[in-house]
């Protein structure tokens, strides 16, 4: 856990600074890294006291996870959170070392390298996801056979292709098997009651969630996208069903609304209107931070934060299990639009260029996509047809900032914007 | 390592091998019989069979080029489906009456996207959802898949596909393994008639002609062979696994160093004929859908399956006598790279001498195979 310590101490560093500015300027950052740090906190106590300690995936029902009370963290991406770490780099270049093809996603190249490294909390308990591509599938195998975790008791979800009511029913199947898992495993019940009283409060955040975004539509935008960017972290991750995080949204909508009235943009004057077409890139705050100071370009949109979530009805046990279903499969950010055809994927990019009023897509060309870069030139015609710029970076690996160098984006990017007068 | 066989039946293999429309294929649409193509070995090739259809496996044999294809894909889509889209772009899958796509990986899937948007035929589009796991309840989805395919069928043909023609199909396909095993089984002496490359040759014609002409092909091959001299100047048996390999030319560079391959794991190989669709289930949509999800050898896309593939791979080597494995790879094959590092891991474990390659579907930088190839069979002293 030496990282989880490392990545902590600067969470704790940087909240005793965060005491000493005014409330106004930290209100709505305090409770993302307190929640960050809670989370570390806890996956230690667990490791530490020998408590249940479940390693899942981003968004596989976690308001069962609360429901059930088992604290678990992200298999994939519990250094998503430590991407700016010095110790990162260290660790791309040592996991080069594993064997593994390095055309595949360094994502999950490094999660292996930090089990195969001993860096990797060890659970007691595994969730294995097996959408949305097929290196996470490759990677859930390589961990399930680890000759250090084969022991450690599992249970996989097995998603269906399609959208229909039959997938749904399909995968409310699965994750009846995934309670029943977690309840051999833990000992402890599933109160449904208590589920539907989680499900009722992430309701109220995906509501929340939606109604921020609304304001995002907003030119100039409210906000910049690192704020933005942690929507999606605290409802999905640390505080899913947790009235803290309704409170938390509650302010972000808040201070949005405000900032609209106002006509307060994040930027001013904002020059340009971005989409950022894929999941987070380790460098993506880097990236942001300069095409906001060098182009007065604002990503008023990122796959991550689109969040078209659907409420789910409680009023039995199964339109629980089957909207917990639809959450997890259709919803849910990149397997909603990977898992099945292109058809959403697609779709999503036309209306959120649509409703973002976008002026340039920065498609996801990461090496680790390669559904994704295989609709590359569909993207390409659905940007064409809208009237904006389709900001190809080349290949790109938005996990290890080797590949393809912050000054080679920089420099593609700036031609793109010069050449189209976006500037 | 040369060839020693003259056999027609194996010239006519190789006629199809070599060619997307060879002899075979030509001669049953000019008598107006329809073919369907299929993207993976998942596709059940039965139902096809059974509509009155030639099911043809795809493959970029003969491509010059990706020039059509990158407009919509990306440098990191593996060779074969850029290939393979060309050709499809280049009007020379317009023989096609239909296709059909499993999920099988993340680029074939996406063909069928960029097909489906982009190509005025095949009129039929299939696409069958399959399962990520090999339990009862994944036998039982993709049963209703196959169901739906059948009824698709029906529909977009009007043809009618009746239990009995199904089983009469599954009996045909069941005949063509039979006779492939017996062909392997025929490797596993000392002095092998057949070299691994023209193993794959007949292999790789079985999804490209008619199934009746091509078993009775195979069986005079196998009259033509049983009894000939065999292969005694090789160094080393070798076992070939990964993801598609449909060009023997791939294998004849390794045997030209002389390693003559033996057996394999592949899915132009024995994973599509080393076990047989159950003829004694009582529907022949289960049996199937039984077949593709539990009993054939697994293919990596398949979750909690390593396991049952490493122990088929140690079986082969029993089985064969192999000396050292060779793995390949398609660039940009995630599934594949995952399971050669587990099964790399697996060898270390075992003491099996191994070697890894990645390459390109059209045969490129051969110099270097042949490197490989020669430090891998010196280093097991060979």
Redesign the interface.
Known sequence: MQRIREDLDWYTAALKEFDKLPVDETKLWTPVMKAQAEDYEETIRCVEEGKPLLASYWSVCPEIYRAMDIHYYCIQGHHFQQSQAPFVMRDLEDCDK????K???SLLRLALYYIKSGLMPTPTMII?K??P???L??????V??HKEWRDIPYY?L?????EDD??LD?YA?EIKGLVSFLQEQTGKRLDIDRLREVIEESNKQYELWAEYNELRRAVPCPHGWDLAAQLYPLVQIYWSGDPRCTAWLKDMVADAEERVRAKKGWLDPEKIRVLWFDVFAFWLRDLAAWLEQEWRANIVMDMSSYCPFTLIDTSSEYTMFKGLGKRTICDQIMVRQVRG???TLLGDLARMIKDYRIDGVIPP?H??H??Q??????MREVCRDLGVAFLDMG?VDIFDPRFTTMDEIKERLSRYFTTMGLG | MDTKIESPALQEFAEATETIVNPALRSWKEQGGKVAGYFCSYAPEEIITAAGFLPFRMRATGSTGTELADRYLSDCNCSFVRNCFNMALSGEYDFLDGAVWVNSCDHVRRVYDNWKRKMKTPSFLHFLSLPKKTGEKQVSWYQEELTVFKESLERHFGVEITDERLWEAIKLHNQKRRLQRKLYKLRKGENPPITGAETLTVIVAGTAMPTERYNQLLKELLDEISGADGNADYRARLMILGGILDDPAYIKVIEDQGGLVVTDMLCFGTKVMWEDVDEGTPEPLEALARYYIKDRPTCPRFFGSHEKRAAFVRQMIREFKVDAVIGQRLMFCDGWAYEHYMLDQDFKDDGIPHLTLDREYLLAAVGQLRTRVQALLESIGR
Do not use: I, M, Q
Request: with cysteine.
């Open positions: 594993l064997g593994l093809a055309d595949n996603c294995h097996l959408e591509c097929d290196a599938l490759g990677f859930h195998e390589a399930r056979v996989s097995d998603p269906p292709y399609w039959r997938t399909y199947g055809t292109a058809d060309t090496v680790g390669k559904d870069v295989a609709s590359l030139g569909l290949t």
